[in-house]
Every structure is written in C-alpha cells, then in structure tokens.
C-alpha cells in the first residue's frame, strides 16, 4: 500500500495535470440533440421569437432595422445572404427549427448546428479570451466556459458580426456574450439564457431565454444544405422586389 | 536496488498510460481518450496508389478536378474524405460514451459518430450526407468506425484515387500510438463500381500544441474575383 502510494504520488509528479483530466468530474450531462418547440403556443415557429423582449436599441440601429423592414414591404424579402448561402452567423442556429448535437468532455464542449456555419467550440480548461490585439474575429466568437454548479457559464469575444439577434438587435465586432446552459425537467429541457452588451447596438445588455426540447436518443443529424449555384435555389430568388 | 527498479517500471507504466490522454478522459463505453485537437505533418500520410475498377481508371481526371473545384467555388459541404485532410482535427468523445464528434476549420458540419450501439439508418429514408452516417464501436484499443450514406456534396477524390460515391462504404480504424504522441487513423475504402480491391491508406496525426484553437475558414460563394481564380487558369 505504501509503495503503491509512492508510485501514485511518482507517476503524477511525472505528469502533471494528467491524473486530474483522467478522473471525470460529476457535472450536468447537457449532451445531445437539442430543438426548439413551440411551448408558448405562438402557432407558427417564426413566432416564438415574437415572445422574446424587445432589445433597448440605440437610434442609429433602430434607424437600420426600420429600413430593412421598409425593403421587405416593398418585396426585398430574400436578403443577399440567403441568396448566397452565406454563412449563419451566431447566434442564428440556436434559433433555427434544426436540432443542434452538444458533444461534452471536461476540457471543451462543441455545439454542432446543421446549417451551413461552423461547429462552435467552449473551452473549458481554464484558457482565457486572447489579447484584443490578436483576437481573431469569427462567426461564433470565442468562447470559454466554466461550471457554476448545475450552470454552465459561457463568456465570448470576438465575433466578427453582421448577424442578428432575438429582439431586434445584431452582433458586432464589439458584442460581447453571457449564456447560462441548465437542464430542466430532469434532463429533459435545456435553459440557455443569452445576455448581449455592446456599446455601438444595446442601451442596456439585452436579456433573453431560449428553451430545447431533448430529442429522442435515436436521432441522428442532417445536413442541411444550401446551393447557391442550384437553378432551383436561384429560382426562389427572383430578382427584386420580390412578389 | 530491485524494487526502486519495479517502482520506476510501474510509475513509468502509469505515466504512459496518461500520456495518452491528449485531453479529456476515457468513457464508461471507451477504454482510451483520443479526445483533442490532431494535426497532419509532413510525414503523417501513407497513401499507396488504389487499385481501380477498368471503368474508374477510364474517367477523365480532369471531370473529376473540375468538380471538385466547382464545389470548392460553391461552398458546398466538404464531406469525407476531405475533413479528415485538414488539420488539426478536434476529436471530441462525449462524456457519456455515446458520440464522438470529429470537427474542423471548414464551413462544414461536424462528423458525428454514434457510439450508443445503434445500427445503420435505413438507406431508403436516410438523406445521403457529405459526411455520410457513421457508427463506432471499440475493439480493445481501437475505435471502429463504419460509415455508409454519402452523397456527392463536397470534393469527392480519394487519396490515392477513385472518388466518393453514394455506393462508398468506408471502415476507419483510429487507434493512439507511441504512448498517445501519434494517432494512427487507417482509412479502408470499398465501392463496387470504384475499386476492384479494398483501398486501404494510414494518416497519422500528432497531437496539436497545448491551446491550440479552432478558427473558421469561412466561405464566400458571391466572390467574383475568388470563383475567376478557382476556375480559371493558374496564374492569369
């Protein structure tokens, strides 16, 4: 028994941190599939987003968004994104009707979404964001993370945005994010309450809560594509205005 | 002298055996942990040629180059084999032993391979993938993964050649080596139509720097300037 301490002690001095990641922490399961339902009975999907508080904009957006509102009536309803396929910046598949795969481990967690954007990675091994001066700008922004009991705490920079937000407001450069994951109903639902500050879109940090449904543990993912090069995808995209 | 020589022995048995854990721990469900970022090196791939079927080895290389840059100008998912290409890779084994998610910098969704037992989906209501559908299940030491379901979405050219088809059938093979500082990934390929032998290469990748990140290499199919040098002629 002594000796077989002395080597436990021995073989850790040997490899430092090795001994902790190997031994698994008792923290929440929020792995799997995730979707979004309608609970709040809104009758249509784009609906339950309508339930979510309007963001305290600053004039200049508000400006913006009522000129793209003016484009839509006037038939500008496909933007240039879409008939592009251009990448789904953040936060715009945690919204989206695709379920979404969470893959955990005690060092990084990666939300994997179906749409045409990229995985996004939460590291969970203590790194903080890099300096300003050599931040890379990205669509899901750099993420780290931590758990506060049940909660897992995700803090991120970095985004290079142009996406828009719940509410009415949009990610920038400047965006800066707090979410707070929590499973609910023994597992069953997942609570992810979004916090957005930044100084040049929100008078004050714009707070929302999403909810996701566990899918059933056969589910496997799609691929959810978007041709931009596709007569039929072109097809739909009518050269404006739009009838 | 003969037991400091057993303690050393043991402990360097120990310490071998978490040396191979690049980051994060083994599962309930996987005796080993391959979870991190990999990366290829200069040494990292063996590819012998493939022994085509007389109908491949008489297509047009150059059908096969032109799609696969087409669907490089267009965005298009990439798919295997091509994610596993780049580098670094980030392996992600789930804590529960259910999924490994395998990620990379492109504009593409990850490879997920299921580990909860499940079979195949059925062929005539699965949606054929870029990725294609891929189930995993340990052998001692090595991960089997056995993928089937692939479109044609994405490059589809082969190392060592012939190219992904929806009739492909891949088995992978991922096991660490040299106490978790390599890990070798055995890629064996059959398609009746493709192949007249099973087309087996190895890629071993290192495990990436300690922090290393993933990045995004987005991908803008309304750039004029970038579709004119993907199709045109080098150099003009």
Same mark, same amino acid.
Not at chain 1, 148 to 175: A, C, H, I, K
Not at chain 1, 219 to 237: I, N
């Given at each position: 028994?002594?000796?077989?301490?002395?080597?436990?002690?021995?073989?850790?001095?040997?490899?430092?941190?090795?001994?902790?990641?190997?031994?698994?922490?008792?923290?929440?399961?929020?792995?799997?599939?995730?979707?979004?339902?309608?609970?709040?009975?809104?009758?249509?999907?784009?609906?339950?987003?309508?339930?979510?508080?309007?963001?305290?904009?600053?004039?200049?957006?508000?400006?913006?968004?009522?000129?793209?509102?003016?484009?839509?009536?006037?038939?500008?309803?496909?933007?240039?994104?879409?008939?592009?396929?251009?990448?789904?910046?953040?936060?715009?598949?945690?919204?989206?009707?695709?379920?979404?795969?969470?893959?955990?481990?005690?060092?990084?967690?990666?939300?994997?979404?179906?749409?045409?954007?990229?995985?996004?990675?939460?590291?969970?091994?203590?790194?903080?964001?890099?300096?300003?001066?050599?931040?890379?700008?990205?669509?899901?922004?750099?993420?780290?993370?931590?758990?506060?009991?049940?909660?897992?705490?995700?803090?991120?920079?970095?985004?290079?945005?142009?996406?828009?937000?719940?509410?009415?407001?949009?990610?920038?450069?400047?965006?800066?994010?707090?979410?707070?994951?929590?499973?609910?109903?023994?597992?069953?639902?997942?609570?992810?309450?979004?916090?957005?500050?930044?100084?040049?879109?929100?008078?004050?940090?714009?707070?929302?809560?999403?909810?996701?449904?566990?899918?059933?543990?056969?589910?496997?993912?799609?691929?959810?594509?978007?041709?931009?090069?596709?007569?039929?995808?072109?097809?739909?995209?009518?050269?404006?205005?739009?009838? | 002298?003969?037991?400091?020589?057993?303690?050393?022995?043991?402990?360097?048995?120990?310490?071998?055996?978490?040396?191979?854990?690049?980051?994060?721990?083994?599962?309930?469900?996987?005796?080993?942990?391959?979870?991190?970022?990999?990366?290829?090196?200069?040494?990292?791939?063996?590819?012998?040629?493939?022994?085509?079927?007389?109908?491949?080895?008489?297509?047009?290389?150059? %059908?096969?180059?032109?799609?696969?840059? =087409?669907?490089? /100008?267009?965005?298009?998912?990439? *798919?295997?084999? &091509? #994610?596993?290409?780049?580098?670094?890779?980030?392996?992600?084994?789930?804590?529960?032993?259910?999924?490994? %998610?395998?990620?990379?910098?492109?504009? =593409?969704?990850? /490879?997920?391979?299921?580990?909860? *037992?499940?079979? &195949? #989906?059925?062929?005539?209501?699965?949606?054929?993938?870029?990725?294609?559908?891929?189930?995993?299940?340990?052998?001692?030491?090595?991960?089997?993964?056995?993928?089937?379901?692939?479109?044609?979405?994405?490059?589809?050219?082969?190392?060592?050649?012939?190219?992904?088809?929806?009739?492909?059938?891949?088995?992978?093979?991922?096991?660490?080596?040299?106490?978790?500082?390599?890990?070798?990934?055995?890629?064996?390929?059959?398609?009746?139509?493709?192949?007249?032998?099973?087309?087996?290469?190895?890629?071993?990748?290192?495990?990436?720097?300690?922090?290393?990140?993933?990045?995004?290499?987005?991908?803008?199919?309304?750039?004029?300037?970038?579709?004119?040098?993907?199709?045109?002629?080098?150099?003009?």
């Amino acid at each position: 028994m002594k000796n077989f301490g002395f080597l436990l002690v021995a073989s850790a001095a040997l490899s430092p941190g090795l001994l902790a990641q190997s031994v698994p922490a008792k923290l929440p399961d929020i792995s799997g599939f995730w979707e979004r339902k309608d609970d709040a009975g809104s009758g249509s999907f784009g609906g339950t987003l309508e339930k979510i508080p309007k963001a305290s904009l600053k004039p200049e957006i508000i400006e913006t968004n009522r000129q793209a509102q003016a484009q839509q009536q006037a038939g500008y309803v496909v933007s240039f994104g879409s008939r592009w396929c251009l990448t789904n910046m953040y936060p715009f598949f945690m919204q989206h009707s695709a379920a979404w795969d969470i893959v955990q481990t005690q060092d990084e967690i990666v939300l994997v979404p179906e749409v045409h954007t990229f995985a996004r990675h939460i590291y969970l091994d203590g790194r903080k964001h890099p300096d300003a001066a050599v931040l890379h700008m990205t669509v899901n922004g750099h993420s780290i993370g931590h758990w506060e009991g049940d909660t897992l705490v995700v803090d991120s920079v970095g985004f290079s945005g142009g996406g828009g937000t719940p509410g009415g407001g949009r990610t920038s450069p400047n965006s800066h994010l707090v979410e707070r994951f929590r499973l609910l109903d023994n597992g069953k639902r997942l609570s992810v309450t979004f916090a957005w500050d930044d100084p040049t879109v929100y008078l004050k940090p714009h707070t929302y809560e999403l909810t996701y449904h566990k899918s059933a543990p056969d589910t496997y993912a799609f691929e959810e594509y978007c041709h931009a090069d596709d007569p039929a995808q072109a097809g739909s995209v009518v050269e404006p205005p739009q009838k | 002298m003969k037991k400091s020589a057993l303690l050393c022995a043991v402990a360097m048995l120990l310490t071998a055996a978490f040396a191979q854990t690049p980051r994060g721990g083994a599962t309930a469900t996987s005796p080993k942990s391959i979870s991190g970022f990999w990366e290829l090196h200069f040494d990292s791939q063996n590819v012998p040629p493939a022994a085509l079927t007389a109908q491949a080895a008489a297509e047009d290389p150059a %059908v096969q180059y032109k799609h696969d840059m =087409n669907e490089i /100008r267009w965005c298009h998912f990439f *798919g295997v084999p &091509h #994610v596993m290409q780049s580098s670094p890779i980030d392996i992600l084994q789930n804590v529960n032993g259910k999924e490994i %998610v395998i990620t990379t910098s492109l504009r =593409n969704p990850g /490879r997920h391979i299921y580990t909860d *037992g499940r079979g &195949h #989906v059925n062929p005539d209501t699965f949606d054929s993938a870029s990725n294609g559908h891929s189930i995993g299940h340990w052998e001692g030491d090595t991960l089997i993964v056995d993928t089937i379901g692939f479109s044609n979405e994405g490059p589809t050219q082969i190392p060592g050649g012939g190219r992904r088809t929806p009739d492909s059938h891949l088995v992978e093979r991922y096991r660490l080596m040299n106490g978790g500082n390599q890990l070798s990934v055995t890629f064996t390929w059959e398609d009746p139509k493709i192949f007249a032998k099973p087309h087996t290469y190895e890629f071993r990748y290192y495990p990436a720097p300690k922090g290393t990140e993933a990045r995004e290499f987005d991908c803008n199919a309304s750039d004029e300037a970038r579709a004119k040098y993907l199709l045109g002629a080098p150099g003009k």
